[in-house]
Nanobody, 113 residues
C-alpha cells in the first residue's frame, strides 16, 4: 500500500488549496478514505471521510462548509478541496485508509499573512 499526498503550500487567510493523495497497491475503489491533519505537539485530528463511491461524506465541525473531500476511482486519487482557509488550518495533512491502517507521508499546509 502506498499513499502519496501533494498540493500543500503556503497561502494567505481566505485562500484555497487542493490536496491530492495518489493511492497504489490496493483496490482503491473498495475502501473508505480519510483525511487527517496534525500540528506539532498535538494528536492527529480527523477531518473528513469519503465513502467508496463518494455518495457518503462526513466532516469535522472545524472544517465543515469550507472543505470538500472527493475521489476519482478511475485515477486512484483522493482529493481535499480547502476553501476559506484560516491560520488554524496550518498543519501537516495526511490521507489514511482506516481498514488497512495505512498512512501517507503528509503534506504541509501553512496559512498566514
Amino acid at each position: 500500500v502506498q499513499l502519496a499526498e501533494s498540493g500543500g503550500g503556503a497561502v494567505q487567510p481566505g485562500g484555497s488549496l487542493r490536496l491530492s493523495c495518489a493511492a497504489s497497491g490496493f483496490s482503491f475503489s473498495g475502501y473508505v478514505m480519510r483525511w487527517y491533519r496534525q500540528t506539532p505537539g498535538k494528536a492527529r485530528e480527523w477531518i473528513a471521510d469519503v465513502g467508496m463511491d463518494s455518495t457518503y461524506t462526513n466532516y469535522a465541525p472545524s472544517v465543515k462548509g469550507r472543505f470538500t473531500v472527493s475521489r476519482d476511482n478511475d485515477k486512484n486519487i483522493l482529493y481535499l478541496q480547502m476553501d476559506s482557509l484560516k491560520p488554524e488550518d496550518t498543519a501537516v495533512y495526511y490521507c489514511h485508509v482506516p481498514t488497512l491502517g495505512s498512512w501517507g507521508q503528509g503534506t504541509q499546509v501553512t496559512v498566514s499573512m
